[in-house]
């Protein structure tokens, strides 16, 4: 699992349009939601992770509807990608 991937899942999930992480912001959002251990992964959540750990702006486009398969997908990247980074 690479952080590339993980980062246009991010993007798909919200909406991002246009924001900058580094690989160590990517990494630690990671690490942030496969910490969440049981807990349900919302949109509102995902943003609340992104606003703590990334500094730079995060422009996003917002859509009607909910969707949530996109967003356990994101959860089960992040599991992946935060085991990885354990190796």
Same mark, same amino acid.
């Given at each position: %699992?690479? !952080?590339? +991937?993980?980062?246009?899942?991010? /993007?798909?999930?919200? @909406?991002? #349009? &246009?924001?900058?992480? *580094?690989? &160590? +912001?990517?990494?630690? #959002?990671?690490?942030?939601? &496969?910490?969440?251990? @049981?807990? *349900?992964? *919302? =949109?509102?959540?995902?943003? /609340?992770?992104?606003? /703590? ?6 422009? =996003?486009? !917002?859509?009607? @509807? /909910? +969707?949530? $398969?996109?967003?356990? $997908? !994101?959860?089960? %990247?992040?599991? =992946? #990608?935060?085991? +990885?980074?354990?190796?």
């Amino acid at each position: %699992m690479n !952080l590339y +991937d993980l980062k246009s899942a991010i /993007e798909q999930a919200i @909406g991002i #349009v &246009s924001w900058s992480p *580094t690989e &160590s +912001d990517l990494l630690k #959002v990671a690490q942030k939601i &496969s910490s969440l251990s @049981g807990a *349900t992964l *919302t =949109r509102n959540k995902l943003s /609340e992770i992104l606003s /703590e750990i990334i500094d730079s702006p995060i422009i =996003r486009s !917002l859509n009607e @509807g /909910e +969707d949530n $398969t996109d967003l356990n $997908t !994101l959860l089960l %990247m992040c599991l =992946r #990608v935060a085991n +990885d980074a354990k190796k």
